[in-house]
Antibody, heavy 122, light 113 residues
Framework: EVQLVESGGGLVNPGGSLRLSCAAS????????MSWVRQVRQAPGKGLEW?????????????DYAAPVKGRFTISRDDSKNTLYLQMNSLKTEDTALYYC??????????WGQGTMVTVSS | DIVMTQSPDSLAVSLGERATINCKSS????????????LSWYQQKSGQPPKLLIY???ARESGVPDRFSGSGSGTDFTLTISSLQAEDVAVYYC?????????FGQGTKVEIK
């Protein structure tokens, strides 16, 4: 069964750090480009926002980021563990959201996890 | 960044009737070299992650019922549900992947009238 399972969310103070994980199974993870997408729960429409993406190693393994998180968030992958990571530093209240990992195939997000909630609050 | 604007924000349709959702991009998402529109549609039911329905503006993802169809080109796109079923109650999002960052519309909530 194709599956993505996020973990690592929680409550953190502004300025704090958190690392999210995304465990993949059921597909060839090392071939996949992967993205993080977040969804603000309280905003009207509960909009979706792309956070960033990491390419497969064979395509360079580089990462791109959305402007609001660039310089604070880092995406990495461990293909030996079929796991994607999102290291979040200098967290702000506006980073509060449900964070999804998703496969990024041709720019469309085919497979999604169930998400992990991050709350930044004092 | 490319801004995606959906209309309407919500609509209520009777069971078996047609539902139409529009999506407009602030610039063209048609890539001339391959004549493909870099536009996807997603369905999000309450408490669930989004589900990919349509990619390349009109290609249906495997397993998606054929009552869902996508159309349009350039900057104007439409998702049509030809005969609304109870299980189609959800929020629908368009998304462009023509340029980074990928961006989503604000969503359209579809309900039963």
């Amino acid at each position: 069964e194709v599956q993505l399972v996020e973990s690592g969310g929680g409550l953190v103070n502004p300025g704090g750090s958190l690392r999210l994980s995304c465990a993949a199974s059921g597909f060839t993870f090392n071939d996949a480009w992967m993205s993080w997408v977040r969804q603000v729960r309280q905003a009207p429409g509960k909009g979706l926002e792309w956070v960033g993406r990491i390419k497969s190693k064979i395509n360079g393994g580089t990462a791109d980021y959305a402007a609001p998180v660039k310089g604070r968030f880092t995406i990495s992958r461990d293909d030996s563990k079929n796991t994607l990571y999102l290291q979040m530093n200098s967290l702000k209240t506006e980073d509060t959201a449900l964070y999804y990992c998703a496969t990024d195939y041709r720019g469309s997000f085919e497979i999604w996890g169930q998400g992990t909630m991050v709350t930044v609050s004092s | 960044d490319i801004v995606m604007t959906q209309s309407p924000d919500s609509l209520a349709v009777s069971l078996g009737e047609r539902a139409t959702i529009n999506c407009k991009s602030s610039q063209s998402v048609l890539y001339s070299s391959n004549n493909k529109n870099y536009l996807s549609w997603y369905q999000q039911k309450s408490g669930q992650p989004p589900k990919l329905l349509i990619y390349w503006a009109s290609a249906r993802e495997s397993g998606v019922p054929d009552r869902f169809s996508g159309s349009g080109s350039g900057t104007d796109f439409t998702l049509t549900i030809s005969s609304l079923q109870a299980e189609d109650v959800a929020v629908y999002y368009c998304q462009q992947y023509y340029s980074t960052p990928a961006t989503f519309g604000q969503g359209t909530k579809v309900e039963i009238k």
